[in-house]
């Protein structure tokens, strides 16, 4: 079992501390207030201290928080807090490898940046929808066809992964071999 994304919204208290910067969701250490009338005052300064030591620069902000986690397990991530969701879906991007498409995180088994490999598993399953919209692009699938992995590398991951999800292939194809597919809210 892997690592799985999570992305939240919500009130966060954020902060410092010796280990440095943190983000908690506000209804675990916040007063019984609702989330959207929330203040520093209603933060329950000695449960963070009890958790963290000693605590300076506390906000609260509302927000989207980003963690991976492993369910069922305890096992997680910190929360890092982003005050929008285009930042918090690029932080699961760029710091972890995912392509996000709607509501769901994907990422492509084994080495994420491997262009090649998914598209030769495209190719075996005769996906001829992907294969014709690569053709349509100058020195695309016929590359690929032709001249073996010549093709492959002019696509990024994100555009194999958004091939696959968009065209509808997901729920078509058994995608299990190739990608990991991760709701994240």
Request: charge should be negative; hydrophobic fraction near 40%.
């Amino acid at each position: 079992m892997t690592m799985q994304p999570q992305i939240m919204f919500g009130a966060w208290v954020t902060g410092d501390s010796r280990d440095g910067g943190f983000a908690i969701p506000f209804e675990l250490v916040g007063s019984d207030v609702p989330e959207d009338a929330a203040s520093i005052e209603d933060v329950s300064t000695s449960e963070l201290e009890g958790m963290l030591g000693e605590v300076t620069n506390l906000e609260v902000q509302v927000g989207y928080g980003v963690r991976l986690h492993m369910p069922g397990y305890l096992d997680s991530t910190g929360w890092t807090f982003f005050e929008t969701e285009a930042d918090a879906n690029y932080h699961l991007e760029e710091m972890w490898d995912f392509v996000i498409v709607g509501d769901h995180a994907y990422r492509l088994k084994g080495d994420p940046h491997d262009v090649t490999a998914a598209a030769e598993w495209l190719v075996k399953q005769e996906v001829e929808g992907f294969i014709i919209a690569m053709m349509e692009e100058p020195g695309g699938a016929e590359d690929v066809l032709l001249n073996g992995h010549k093709g492959y590398a002019e696509y990024s991951v994100e555009d194999i992964i958004g091939r696959l999800v968009e065209g509808d292939y997901v729920d078509a194809l058994d995608t299990s071999d190739i990608l990991e597919e991760y709701p994240i809210r």
